[in-house]
């Protein structure tokens, strides 16, 4: 369950239950993506359309079970699921496996990839608060550097048309240059 959001999940996923439970071969469907994750993309053995079609939703059964050669070899595929949503499928190649087993290898990958996606959300919706605070500190600071030049140019305009006399012209063209700065 320890996944690093860093890497690939689904060669992650595989990567540990063939460690973890010494299966010969497994591979992985995403049910966002659709993406499969295979310990060896070669394998011949995996069914890739019962694989997407477990992890979108679409097959019915629980498990799919398939005897291969040597006898007490299996192929099973399992939907991965979390409260009742399907996350995507899981197929192991292995000695054979109860239903029980294979649910609660599934149940694991299923927490294993709703904590991989919420870290996710919640490093997007920190970087999300980041990019406001530096937003903010941005504005605050073009704000700052537009503020002190504009007061000095009210200052002067201010003293220059009240201190001294001008053509109605030239008082004119002052008067726009005040509200301007206002």
Known sequence: MLIDTTMDLGVQIV???????????????????????????????????????????EATWFVWRKEL???????????????????GSLGVV??????????AIANLVGIAVE?????????????????????GILLDALAHDFTTPLTSIKGAITTVRSEYRHEPEEDDLLAVVEEEAD
Request: include cysteine; glycine fraction near 10%; proline fraction near 5%.
């Open 15 to 57: 990567g540990q239950v063939k460690e973890q439970f010494g299966s010969s071969e497994v591979a992985y469907c995403d049910g966002l993506t659709g993406e499969l994750s295979m310990t060896d993309p070669s394998d011949w053995r995996f069914e890739q359309h019962v694989l997407r079609e477990v992890a979108v939703g």
């Open 69 to 87: 050669t040597p006898i007490g070899i299996e192929l099973n595929i399992a939907p991965v699921s979390l409260g009742g949503r399907i996350l």
């Open 94 to 103: 292995g000695p054979a496996l109860s239903e029980p087993a294979l649910q």
């Open 115 to 135: 904590r991989a996606r919420e870290q996710v959300a919640v490093s997007r919706m920190e970087a999300a608060r980041q990019n406001e605070r530096l937003r």
